[in-house]
């Protein structure tokens, strides 16, 4: 299995920042990406960020220009930085990994924390 533990979150000012770090443990070895998800009240989960192990990124439109993912020194370690917040950038932000294609290993979730964003 995959342990993800998430950090960072909290409350932020329109058009201040915050970070997100996740770091994974445990069978990473099947990691093909890490990314962030996020779910509003009332709203369906939705992608944030992601970026494969060997550096594709991909970001939702919503945050494009505005958040950024990277890696961090330990390979199983990604970082959000989300600058220009707004009130809608509020939800739970949720750490995602995804397996190796074809393989048997399994999606895992992190816990979630929350952003919050006041106006």
């Known amino acids: 299995q995959v342990q993800l533990e998430e950090s960072g979150g909290g409350v932020g000012q329109s058009g201040g920042s915050l970070r997100l770090t996740c770091r994974a443990s445990?069978?990473?070895?099947?990691?093909?990406?890490m990314g962030w998800y996020r779910q509003a009240p009332g709203k369906q989960r939705q992608l944030v960020a992601s970026m494969t192990m060997s550096g594709n990124i991909n970001y939702g439109t919503s945050v494009k220009g505005r958040f950024t993912i990277s890696r961090g020194d330990d390979r199983y370690t990604v970082h959000l930085q989300m600058n220009n917040l707004r009130p809608e950038d509020t939800a739970v932000y949720y750490c995602?990994?995804?397996?190796?294609?074809?393989?048997?290993?399994?999606?895992?979730w992190g816990r979630g924390t929350q952003v919050t964003v006041s106006s």
């Open positions: 995602k990994t995804d397996p190796e294609p074809l393989s048997d290993e399994d999606e895992y």
């Open positions: 445990g069978r990473t070895s099947g990691i093909f990406a």
